[in-house]
C-alpha cells in the first residue's frame, strides 16, 4: 500500500479499478497532482449546477444519501491507499461545495462564486470545531465530516451575505 502523497500510476489504476474509488476520487477530480481539493469542489459544481432546480427538502435527501455513500466509499479508498484521508478523494468536497451552494439554489449568479469561495476558505482554514473533528474523527465518517461543517458555516456566511445585500 502507498503512503506517497502524489499517487503513482499503480495507486490510481487500483482507485479507478473500483467503484468506491471512482466515487471517492469525485470522478476521478481529485487525481490532479496538486490542489486536488480545489478541483473537487470545482467538479461538484458541474452536478449541482444540473440539479439546481431540486426543493430544498430533495437537495438534503441527495446530501444525505451522498454523505453516507462517501463515507463508504471514501473507507474502501482509503483501505486501497493504505492512507486514511489521501489528498485524491474529494467526495467529501463535493458534498461540502453542495452544502455550502445551498443558499445559491435561487439566487444570482454571483451566489455560486462566494460559495465555492467560502468553502474552500472554511475547508483549508478549518476553524474551530471544523480542524478539532478532522484532527479526531477518522475513517471514512472522518473524512466527510470536517467539510460537511466547513459546508454549513460555508452556506451560513452565504445565507447572511445574500440577505442582507440582495
Same mark, same amino acid.
Request: proline share 5%; charged share 15%.
Given at each position: 500500500?502507498? @503512503? ?13 479499478? @473500483? ?7 469525485? %470522478? ?12 473537487? +469542489? ?7 449546477? %444540473?440539479?439546481?432546480?431540486? @426543493? ?12 453516507? !455513500? ?23 468536497? &463535493? ?15 454571483? +451566489?455560486?462564486?462566494?460559495? #465555492?469561495?467560502? &468553502? ?12 478539532? %473533528? ?6 471514512? &465518517? ?6 460537511? !461543517?466547513?459546508?454549513? #458555516?460555508?452556506?451560513?456566511?452565504? %445565507?447572511?451575505?445574500?440577505?442582507? !445585500?440582495?
Amino acid at each position: 500500500m502507498s @503512503t506517497k502523497y502524489v499517487l503513482d500510476p499503480a495507486d490510481r489504476r487500483r482507485l479507478l479499478a @473500483t467503484p468506491e474509488g471512482w466515487l471517492a476520487t469525485g %470522478f476521478g477530480s481529485g487525481l490532479t497532482p496538486k490542489a486536488q481539493g480545489t478541483f473537487g +469542489s470545482l467538479a461538484a459544481i458541474l452536478p449541482w449546477l %444540473f440539479l439546481r432546480d431540486l @426543493t430544498v427538502i430533495a437537495w438534503l435527501g441527495v446530501i444525505v444519501v451522498a454523505f453516507a !455513500i462517501g463515507v463508504a466509499a471514501c473507507d474502501a479508498a482509503g483501505r486501497i491507499l493504505g492512507v486514511a484521508d489521501h489528498r485524491s478523494l474529494v467526495w467529501d468536497e &463535493f458534498v461540502g461545495q453542495w452544502i455550502a451552494l445551498m443558499p445559491a439554489l435561487h439566487g444570482p449568479w454571483w +451566489s455560486v462564486v462566494f460559495g #465555492f469561495a467560502l &468553502f474552500r476558505l472554511f475547508d483549508v482554514w478549518k476553524p474551530w470545531p471544523i480542524g478539532w %473533528f478532522d484532527r479526531r474523527v477518522k475513517g471514512g &465518517f472522518g473524512v466527510m465530516l470536517d467539510d460537511l !461543517i466547513a459546508g454549513v #458555516f460555508a452556506a451560513v456566511v452565504l %445565507f447572511l451575505i445574500l440577505h442582507f !445585500i440582495a
